[in-house]
């Protein structure tokens, strides 16, 4: 028998080592390109703002559900156990997208959710789509590209530009950068000094910026190198930012060429960016090439699954 549980907090140290279990499930083969992550981690995600479930079987945890919201859109992003049978999975993922909805709703969500699936016509997307019956439409919010080959990338910064460690620059001007930069894309959330700030420490990022005539910021690029889930070392590209108006002008390429160029020297052979839809043709003029697209699924609300097995608190 299913069981949905409420209101975990990420403070039992049992739950996070298993939801670290079926993390590292969930991405399967994939896992080289995916970062490792401990109990520590998990517990943040369950003690952030938003609807957060845990789902059992006989016991065992199947599947962790989080329901929150974007501007007036509900986003929900199902992890679960993808090896289960078929009919044992579909059922599973229609009961997480009822529980998403029912969160939503309480959260006052109307019109559209966004189901964030992993990789496009990976387990999680078939389940979700089979879940919804055909409504819904997808969506790629982005690709995964890998860098291919290790041919030295010259691209110089562009006449009176110097690329320098971007923590020389105030945080308040780079989020401002970001935010402009990125104010175009649906998915980009604007970003605090704050917010930049603990995505800096707390991830350990390399960044790189750009400076114009009077040191104003013209770019942002940062990047991380993580153990992955297969237990070797991959490096992925982060934001790679350049403020509209000096777009188009190499700015972005000399970033991106300066921190290629740092972690070939460390001796990192995998190298992944997350492209936005819409720019891999940039990515992949620069040595890159597709991996596998993301894949979201955007459903009206009330076109999820009904129904639920009674929920309980932790």
């Given at each position: 028998?299913?069981?949905?549980?409420?209101?975990?907090?990420?403070?039992?140290?049992?739950?996070?080592?298993?939801?670290?279990?079926?993390?590292?499930?969930?991405?399967?083969?994939?896992?080289?390109?995916?970062?490792?992550?401990?109990?520590?981690?998990?517990?943040?995600?369950?003690?952030?703002?938003?609807?957060?479930?845990?789902?059992?079987?006989?016991?065992?945890?199947?599947?962790?559900?989080?329901?929150?919201?974007?501007?007036?859109?509900?986003?929900?992003?199902?992890?679960?156990?993808?090896?289960?049978?078929?009919?044992?999975?579909?059922?599973?993922?229609s009961c997480m997208l009822a529980w998403s909805r029912l969160s939503l709703?309480?959260?006052?969500?109307?019109?559209?959710?966004?189901?964030?699936?992993?990789?496009?016509?990976?387990?999680?997307?078939?389940?979700?789509?089979?879940?919804?019956?055909?409504?819904?439409?997808?969506?790629?919010?982005?690709?995964?590209?890998?860098?291919?080959?290790?041919?030295p990338l010259r691209r110089p910064p562009p006449r009176g530009v110097a690329?320098?460690?971007?923590?020389?620059?105030?945080?308040?001007?780079?989020?401002?950068?970001?935010?402009?930069?990125?104010?175009?894309?649906?998915?980009?959330?604007?970003?605090?000094?704050?917010?930049?700030?603990?995505?800096?420490?707390?991830?350990?990022?390399?960044?790189?910026?750009?400076?114009?005539?009077?040191?104003?910021?013209?770019?942002?690029?940062?990047?991380?190198?993580?153990?992955?889930?297969?237990?070797?070392?991959?490096?992925?590209?982060?934001?790679?930012?350049?403020?509209?108006?000096?777009?188009?002008?190499?700015?972005?390429?000399?970033?991106?060429?300066?921190?290629?160029?740092?972690?070939?020297?460390?001796?990192?052979?995998?190298?992944?960016?997350?492209?936005?839809?819409?720019?891999?043709?940039?990515?992949?003029?620069?040595?890159?090439?597709?991996?596998?697209?993301?894949?979201?699924?955007?459903?009206?609300?009330?076109?999820?699954?009904?129904?639920?097995?009674?929920?309980?608190?932790?």
């Amino acid at each position: 028998m299913l069981r949905i549980v409420e209101g975990y907090d990420g403070s039992d140290a049992s739950v996070n080592v298993a939801v670290v279990r079926l993390y590292e499930a969930y991405w399967g083969r994939d896992g080289w390109a995916v970062k490792r992550i401990d109990p520590g981690e998990v517990s943040r995600w369950f003690s952030a703002p938003g609807g957060k479930a845990l789902f059992y079987l006989g016991g065992v945890l199947v599947g962790a559900a989080w329901a929150w919201t974007a501007g007036a859109t509900g986003s929900i992003w199902l992890l679960f156990d993808c090896t289960l049978p078929a009919g044992a999975g579909l059922r599973l993922a229609s009961c997480m997208l009822a529980w998403s909805r029912l969160s939503l709703l309480g959260r006052g969500v109307r019109g559209v959710a966004d189901v964030r699936c992993g990789f496009w016509h990976g387990p999680a997307h078939r389940a979700v789509r089979l879940a919804l019956g055909g409504c819904g439409v997808d969506v790629s919010w982005g690709t995964l590209m890998v860098l291919e080959g290790w041919e030295p990338l010259r691209r110089p910064p562009p006449r009176g530009v110097a690329l320098e460690d971007c923590r020389a620059v105030d945080e308040e001007e780079l989020a401002q950068l970001l935010n402009e930069a990125f104010a175009g894309y649906e998915w980009w959330s604007p970003l605090t000094s704050e917010d930049l700030r603990q995505r800096l420490n707390r991830r350990q990022m390399h960044c790189l910026v750009a400076l114009g005539g009077e040191g104003v910021p013209l770019g942002y690029l940062d990047f991380e190198v993580f153990r992955a889930l297969d237990g070797g070392e991959t490096a992925e590209i982060g934001f790679l930012a350049v403020r509209p108006g000096f777009q188009g002008r190499g700015v972005g390429k000399a970033l991106l060429s300066c921190a290629l160029g740092e972690l070939r020297s460390r001796g990192v052979d995998r190298i992944v960016v997350d492209s936005a839809a819409g720019r891999e043709s940039f990515y992949a003029g620069l040595g890159f090439r597709v991996y596998k697209r993301w894949a979201m699924v955007r459903a009206p609300l009330d076109s999820l699954p009904q129904g639920l097995p009674t929920l309980e608190r932790f």
